[in-house]
Structure formats: C-alpha cells, structure tokens
C-alpha cells in the first residue's frame, strides 16, 4: 500500500513513517504543510493521505481542509486524519459528504502499528473509520431521556462497532457472533433508536453518527 | 479727557433725568430758533431743513438713552448725548437767537459737533477711549473745534464788522480783528484736516483689525461716524469762516451730514437687536432648560435654538487630549467649524463648534454660557463619569482579552509541547512492539501494553485539561461545534434548544462558550443540577444566552463567587448578566452580550 504523511512535527512524520515502513507499507512522500499535501496527492495518487490537522500557515484546522478537497477530488484516494483532538466535529466535518475512504483516528494510535494497518486497509478498501474513544465518549453521553441506555449491554458494543465504521462482517468476526445474529441485533438497535433499517453501510454509520452526537 | 469720566459716579446717579431733559430741552430750543429764522440756519430756508435737524437730532438723543438706560453704558450714552447737544448748538450762533448770552455760547460752540461726535464714535460702546492715540485725537479735536475754533475767534469777532446788524452782541469780544479772526479760523480749518484724517484712518482700520464679534457690533457706528467725519471736512475746505446763514455749509453737504448722523444713531439701535435676538433666544433656552433636561443633550438643543444643526458641544477633561461629547466619548473636530469657549470665572467650561460667524457677538457667548449654566455642568460631570466608564471598560476588556490570549497561547503550548512529546512517546512505544512481536516474549508484550495505557491515560488527561483551557473546536468551528464538544464531554445531560451557528466576534464567542462552559459544568455539579439547557441566539446586535440547571439544590458562597466572575467577564464586554435561582430548584442565567464589536 502506497501512502503520504502530512504533519508539520517533523518527529511524529518521520517515526510514522519509520513505523509503517517497518510494517511493510510504501511511504511515498512526506510533507509538513498542506499545499504540499495537495501537490504530493496529485503527483504520487497515493492509497491514502495520512494527515495532521493543525499545520503551518494558521495551525486551525488547514489539514481537515484539505482532507475534505482530496476526498472531494480524489475519489480513489482514501484519507486518515492522525489528530490530537477527541473531536466528532472535526470527525463529522471529515465524513459527512464522502464517508467512504475516510478516517479519523487519534494521534496516539501510532503506539499500535496494527490498529493504524487495519485502519489503513479498512479505508483503502472503501470503509470510514472512526476512533474507538471517539465513539465510546458519544455512546456514553449522558442524555435525557436516554434511548441508548435503554439498549442491552451486546446491542452498545455493536452500535459502537457500526459507530467505527465497521461492516456487519467485522462486527460478526470482532464479537464472535453469527452473521445473522449480528444482522437481528442491528435491526433491534435502529428499530429501538428510531432510525430506518438501511442497507448501505455509509449512511448506516452517517445516521448512527448524527443519532449520537446530536440526540 | 473723557469729561464724564471726571466726574464721581455718586453725583452721577440722580444726574441722567437732569442731563436728559437739558438735552432734549436744548435740542427743541434749537429747533425753535431753527424754525424762527429758518434763513440763518445751515439747512436753509425748509421744513425738510427742521425734520433733518430734528431727526438727526433725536437719533442720536435716543441712541444716548438707549445706551445708558438699555445697554447700562452710561458714559457711552452721555457721549451721544453730548453730541445730540452740539447739534444743537451749531445754530446758536444763527443771528435771530437774539439774546447775547446764547449767540455768544454759540460762538463758542457752533464747531464742536463733529468732535463730540468723533468721542463718542471711538469710544463706543465702553465710553472709553482704548488707546493714546485715540486719547489725542480726541484731545486735539476738542481743542480745534472749542478753542481755536470757537473760544478765540469771538474773542476778536465783532458781528457789526462782519455785516452782521442783526446780531446780538458778542459777550466775549475783546478786540475786534477781523484779521485775528480770519488767521484763527485758517488755522483751525487745518487742524481739523489733521485730526479728522486721523480721525478716518484710525476707524477704516479698526473695522478692518477688528475681529468678527466687536467688528459686527462697532463697524455700522464706525462707518457711520466715519460718513459723518467725512462730510466735515469735505464741507470745511469748502466753507468760509463766519455766522449761520452765510452759507457756511452748502446746503446738500449740511443734509448729507444729519443723514450721516441719523444713521449713526440707527447703528447703535443695530446692536441692541442683535442683543435683543439673543435675549429673545435665551429666553427661550431658559425655559426649555427649567420644563426638563434636554433629552437629545444640550447639543440638539442649544443647535435648534441658534439656528446651526450642525452645532456641536464639547467638554475638554482633565488629563485627556482629546474633547469629549455629552456622552462622554471622544470627538474629532471637524474642519472649518469655529469654537466658541464658554467660560465662568475665567474657567472654560464647554466649547461650541459651529459654523463660523454664529457666535460673532461675545454678549451671546456669554448669554448662553449663563442660562445653560446647571445644564452644562450637568451635562459636564456626565460627560466625565461616562468617559471614566468607557476607559474603565476599555481596560476591562483589555484585562479579559489579554487573559483569552493567555489561554489560547497556553492550548498551543500544551498541542506542541507537552503533548507532542507524549505522542513521541507513544511512537517509540509503537516501534517498539513491532520490534519485539517476533521475539513474542508475552511478559514484554504486557509490559508494552502496561505502558501503553498509562500512557493513553496520561495523553487523555492532558487532552482535556488543554481542551478546559481552550477548545481549538471553538476558534476553528465557533460556539455551536464548542458546545457540541462540552455536551460530549459533561457528566449532566445538557439539552440545547438552539444556538447561533453563524460565526461571531471571536471575544463574544469565547465569552458566551465559557460562559456556558462554566454554568453547565462546575456550576451546575456544584448546586447538585441534574440536567442542563442552552439556548443561544442572536436578538438583533446581541447574542442572548439562557443557560438553565434544573435540580440545583444547593447554593453557597463558592457559587456566589462563580457568579461574580461571570458577571466580571460578561460586563468587559459591555454586556450584561441575569442570574435567579427560583423556588423550583431551577437556576437560570441569563447574558446579553452585544455583538457590534
């Protein structure tokens, strides 16, 4: 697999690197702003982007920025946002108009050279991908009234799961379930929720996004 | 040289009544004589003749009553009423006066008109001459027209040898030589073309020196004392020495003089309407100013009232460079406007920008100065308090903005700092365990793992502590993504009914997220609130805030404290706070914050 590395910390660009050489991937570029980022995609057609968020001229949030025109302009190209920010606003902003190749992981997932592969993979092959503590944080807000409380201790684990991004599949391989019992908790879940039972993944995990952190 | 000024004021008080009537007395006497041999006098042989004299006459009589009595400058007045009587005495030498006594006085005093006059014109409207130069032509002008015009001349004159068999007799006649007599009049004929050519030159340039107000007043009294001046000497080089009815004066020239004389007292009659308009018009202020103080500022007012929308009011305060307006902010001035300062005790207390020429007269100055009095020190010591407010705001806002500087610079330490290292860290330890998989020593392997999640815990504690400092959601996303964040991040359930999503000034952001930071969290965990609602919205140039807890129990000094600083962070942005915390446990704060900033 084919990838650039955006981030201005010229430490954490040059270990991410290192890291995912190491794991047998191709790193073909490595920038530290998002012009670069931009010129490298178009020269290299990268598998994916992997990129910081807070980069040179104003250290906002240029790299989500350009995240978002790579998906828009690149279909084939997937892109990872590596970020120091537990943010599902920054998440959303990323995956609301092409979900599929994108992720957004926190920075300290590079302490797992497989998480960071998978997630890799996963987008590369058409999944979004979405951190783990991200969704737990969104699952276990507190609301009131509280339907997601009211779901069995197995329903949260799988709508955390659908939450990542991942396909009924994964969920089946991940919890040790048959395919069609994760099928019957999915439709309990969004039946319970109140959101339309939908075949397509991306909108699935778009909904439960948007259920999550607005309800 | 000024013969009033001589005299004590106490013998001058009952004297004005006497004076007056001796002078009105003596102009209907010269009128009578004027009248009776109508041949001798300067007019000639009319009755347009008697109306000029009588005319001219009155309007310098009532020029000198209005004067005293009107304008309280009695000395000034008194001139002019000196002059009304030389008037008079020009025809007392007519030969018809019959009596002895009178035509010699008019001997005597028959030139003296035009010095009087020359007095009176240069001291008005004080009744004092200003300077030495005025002193002497004054002086010299006394001394041509009554003694060596006037005195000497009889003193060799005898009516018989200059033809004159009506006369009655000359008392003074001393010696009679006619070539004394001829000798005197020459010289005194030039004399008076020295000192009435002073005389004009001095006045054309007092009009033209003088600034705007005084010119206004004194230029029409100049000009037409000056018409008057002129008239005399053109009519003395032309004239020959001798008694009324001779032709002495061309008959035009003698009209033309009463005409100028006439005006002269219609000048003076000018200034007091133009003190009369201002009267008129602080009459007015007066009044306004006692019904109510003035909603739109002495401004609006004292602008409505003297005719100059345009008419600004100025307060300068101590320590400040620059003026300040009724409310207290400072102010430009504007380019071709004029100030007029108003002033008591010597003290500025307001200045008034106008458009030039408004003002000219000081007596208006000073007219305002007067009935606006309570009004302006009123208006002044607002002025003041509210320029203190501003800077006092202004440091306020300066003191928080500095503060959320702080914060934001601190956040992106911690980003580039501190929590940069961890994540060196966790690539380390990353690297690591690819390193050692193979190896597969399970114990190492725990032990990575061990550290591992130490270390999560130490980069998410680090995470939310700068996330506490300053949400980098909310200067990239603005308040709705900030709140979205604090609702993900609270242990209460926090409801939120709408909230402004268009982006605002980043000071009233960060004040509105903080705000509400603070209330649904150690507020609201603190009062022991079991659920929040935010609601914010713009309400014209305001962001409205609504933060409510419900279930908040508990209140105490710690939250009183929370509440102050609150209020302190809300009002350095000149907005305001509202907290109450009703019966139903429900505590809700309520912040108005303007936007126009």
Known sequence: ?215 | MTLVAFVPRRLLRPLPAVFWAAVVGFGLLSLAIAVQFPGATNGGRSVEAAAAKLLAGSALIGAGLYLSVGMRRPASGVLFGLAALAWSVEEWNNPGIGVGVAFTLGLVGHAVAPAVVTHAVLAYPFGRLASQLERLIVGVAYVDTLLVLGLLPALFFAPATHSCHLCPPNLLLAVDNSQSYDSLNRLGGWLLVGWTAAFLALALRRVLRASGPSRRLAAPVLLAGSAYILLVLVAARGAAPGVNGAGSVAPGLWFAQAAALGVLGLAVAWSRLLRHRTRALMAGLVVELGRSPPSGGLQEMLGRILGDPALRVAYALEGRQKLVDANGKAMEVAEGLAQTPLTREGRTIALLLHRPGLLDDPAVAEEVAAATRLALDNERLHAEVLARIDDLRASRSRIVAAGEAERRRLERDLHDGAQQRLLGLSLALGLTRAQVTEIADSTILTLIDDAEERLRGAIDELREVAHGIYPAVLSSDGLGAAVDSLRERASIPISVTSLAEDRLPGSVESAAYFLIAEVTGPIAVRAGATSAAVDARRVGDSLVITVRADGAQRADTELDGRFVDLEDRIGALGGQLHIEHDEAARLTVRAEIPCAS
């Open chain 1, 1 to 215: 697999m084919r990838v650039v590395i955006a981030d201005d910390a010229m430490l954490l660009r040059e270990g991410t690197a290192r890291l995912l050489e190491v794991a047998g991937l191709d790193v073909v570029g490595k920038v530290d702003d998002a012009q670069k980022l931009l010129r490298i995609v178009a020269s290299e057609h990268p598998d994916v982007a992997i990129v910081d968020i807070r980069m040179p001229p104003t250290f906002t949030d240029e790299g989500l920025v350009a995240a978002e025109s790579i998906r828009a302009s690149y279909p084939d190209v997937g892109v990872l946002v590596l970020s120091q920010y537990l943010e599902s606003r920054y998440a959303m902003r990323l995956l609301r108009e092409n979900p599929e190749r994108s992720g957004y992981l926190l920075k300290e997932r590079v302490s797992d050279v497989a998480v960071l592969v998978d997630a890799l993979k996963r987008i590369a092959e058409g999944e979004c991908v979405l951190d783990p503590t991200i969704v737990a944080k969104l699952v276990r807000r507190p609301r009131d009234p509280d339907p997601v409380a009211e779901l069995t201790e197995r329903e949260r684990e799988v709508l955390a799961l659908i939450a990542e991004g991942r396909s009924n599949r994964a969920i089946s391989d991940l919890l040790v379930l048959s395919p069609k019992t994760v099928e019957t908790h999915i439709g309990q879940i969004l039946s319970k929720l109140g959101l339309d039972e939908t075949a397509d993944y991306h909108r699935r995990v778009l909904a439960v996004l948007a259920y999550l952190r607005h309800t």
